[in-house]
Each structure stands twice: as structure tokens, then as C-alpha cells.
């Protein structure tokens, strides 16, 4: 007889990571489903669904259920949640069966929003469904103090979202959400070349731009990539070169949203806490973390320090199961 397995669940936009409290990180797969559209059947998920996007026949369509945070698709996603704890349960080698699972949600999702990741999650069998805010998963899983009554600053970039919550007493005391994150960025990049050169180019190839040449900062050394795209007077392939300086100017807008975000955030924090900013300053997480010069650009624009987490594409899982060991003392002190 198998004990019931606890999992912790960071159902991000761009990736979906599983945490098993007795493996660690488990599975971590990108946050896209191909989809047969005549028979409505799942013909990929994950890492194989990816491969397929821009590359398969008009029945095949590769798409990401979750945006911006939220889920869009409910259904694909609970399809998809389903096919991800199976293979959890394989490669696990025991039964998932009826399990506890804590899952993050952004601070600004409705409750409409978190009704629909409790359903999608709860239509795979799950025993207990605990959800916690995104910022408070990120701060545990980045080994801060949440729990103790000092302040605890986190910036959460994802691939739809950027998270900013202030964390003392293990809650969140003030917060901010923007819907601008990784694939934001990826985007302006596509509408930058397309404006600017006529050359049409997919997300993969703004993602691997963005991670080659993208910089958060003006005064950089510059660089220059060859990218290939098609050309929208003639139809044909073409390769053209871009700098990093044209890809800050593209992503700049967004990035000042995210820093607009922070400052929100921090000018709303109570006094009693502003010292301890001061002190230890924020802590970045998620993919947005590293992008380059991020760290220093932000903590030149707000005066204080500025750390990147140990593990920032992987602290909102490890945080997910660490906040299933606390839950579990909880439960245990209230019987």
C-alpha cells in the first residue's frame, strides 16, 4: 500500500514544474499542448510540443493553455495536468494516486481564475488542493526567512507575469502583478523586426535572440546575432543581423513596467519594514532573473541591493514543496 504522495505544482505560463516531497524536482516541462483539432485529441505535450511549433500540418496545433498566468483553456490544461502527473507516476515508480497538491497562483488572479486551477487539478483525483500566492512560493523556495518579522522582498519575472510581493509573518503584507514576462518580451522582439526590417520571425527565434543578445541595460558592450526569418514583401527566407542594442530598444517599454511595478510596491510598504530593504534589498526569481544585466540595471534604478536566487527557474517549485512541509505542521497542530 502506497502512501499518499505530496506534490508541489508551479503551473507557470512558460514551463510547468512538478516537486515531489520525496524527490525534489520531478518533471519541468514547457507549458504547451499540440492539439489534433479534428479529433480534439492531445498528440504532444511538454518539450515534444514545443519542437512542433510553426512546423506542423494545418490538423496540428501546438498551444500554450496558460497566459499570462492564467489558465485560457481550461480543458487543454486539465488534459495536459493529466498527462504531465502520469508521467510523474512512471518515472516515479509509485503510485500518484489521490495526492496532496499545493499549487501557486499569481497575487492579482480572481477568484474565478483560482476556481479554475483548483478544477483542472482536482479532475486528475487530488486529495487536498492547497494554493498559495506565487511571490510566497518564490521566497521559500529562495531560502528566505517568510515565516520571521522582517521584510522579505521578491521579484518574480515569469514567462507571462512579474511578480512583486513584500513577505514578513509568512504572508504577503504588499504586492504588485504585471501581466509583462518572457514571453512579452519575446513578442515586442517579433513586432520590432517585423516593423523594422519587414522580416517575420517566430517565438523560438525572438526567445533565443532575447536570451543571446537581450540586455536590461543601455550601456553595454554590443553584440550582433544573425537571425533568419521570412521576408513579407517577397515571401522568401531571410537572414538579417540585429544588435543588442536595437533588442534593449525593443524591450525597454516593458522592462520600465516591471521596475514601475517594484517602485509600486516598495512606496506602499509600511515604515517599520523600509529598513530591512534597505539591508537585504530584493531577491530576483523566475527566467526574467536572467536576462542580462537585470540585476545590476534594477539596482541602479532603485537604491537598493539586489540579489538573483540560488535556483531562480526553479524557486517557485521548491518553495511549492517546502509549503507542503509547513502545511503539514499546521495540520498536525491543529489535531
Known amino acids: 500500500m502506497f502512501s499518499t504522495e505530496e506534490i508541489g505544482i508551479d503551473l507557470g505560463t512558460a514551463n510547468i514544474l512538478i516537486y515531489s ?16 483539432i479534428n479529433t480534439k485529441k492531445v498528440v504532444a505535450v511538454g518539450a515534444e510540443a514545443k519542437e512542433m511549433i510553426g512546423k506542423t500540418p494545418r490538423n496540428i496545433v501546438p498551444i500554450r493553455p496558460l497566459k499570462e498566468g492564467v489558465i485560457a483553456d481550461y480543458d487543454v490544461t486539465a488534459q495536459m495536468l493529466k498527462e504531465l502527473l502520469k508521467r510523474v507516476s512512471k518515472k516515479m515508480g509509485l503510485s500518484v ?39 510566497v512560493a518564490a521566497a521559500i523556495g529562495s531560502d528566505l526567512p517568510v515565516d520571521e518579522p522582517i521584510a522579505n522582498v521578491i521579484v518574480d519575472i515569469g514567462g507571462g507575469t512579474a511578480e512583486v510581493g513584500i513577505i ?7 504586492s504588485n502583478s ?17 516593423k523594422t526590417y519587414n522580416i517575420m520571425i517566430g517565438e523560438r527565434t525572438a526567445e533565443s535572440v532575447k536570451m543571446e543578445i537581450g540586455y536590461a541595460y543601455e550601456d553595454h558592450e554590443e553584440q550582433e546575432m544573425d537571425i533568419r526569418g521570412r521576408d513579407m ?38 515604515p517599520e519594514l523600509s529598513g530591512d530593504i534597505v539591508d537585504h534589498g530584493i531577491v530576483l526569481t523566475g527566467g526574467g532573473a536572467l536576462l542580462k544585466g537585470m540585476k545590476d540595471w534594477l539596482a541602479s534604478e532603485i537604491d537598493v541591493p539586489v540579489h538573483i536566487a540560488p535556483n ?7 518553495g511549492t514543496g517546502k509549503a507542503i512541509k509547513m502545511i503539514s505542521k499546521l495540520q498536525k497542530a491543529a489535531k
Open 233 to 270: 514583401v517577397t515571401g522568401l527566407p531571410k537572414t538579417i543581423t540585429i544588435s543588442s542594442q536595437e533588442i534593449y530598444s525593443a524591450i525597454k517599454e516593458s522592462l520600465e513596467r516591471i521596475l514601475e511595478a517594484i517602485r509600486a510596491t516598495l512606496e506602499t510598504c509600511p
Open 21 to 36: 516531497k520525496s524527490k525534489g524536482i520531478v518533471l519541468n516541462e514547457p507549458g504547451v499542448v499540440a492539439i489534433d
Open 312 to 318: 531562480p527557474l526553479e524557486a517557485v517549485a521548491i
Open 178 to 194: 504585471v501581466r509583462i514576462g518572457g514571453d512579452k518580451l519575446d513578442e515586442e522582439i517579433v513586432q520590432y523586426v517585423r
Open 168 to 174: 514578513s509573518f509568512g504572508g504577503v503584507v504588499s
Open 97 to 135: 494516486r489521490k495526492p496532496t497538491v499545493i499549487v501557486c497562483t499569481p497575487t492579482g488572479s480572481t477568484a474565478v481564475e483560482r476556481r479554475a486551477i483548483h478544477n483542472a487539478i482536482a479532475s486528475y483525483g487530488a486529495k487536498n488542493i492547497h494554493i498559495i500566492e506565487e511571490p
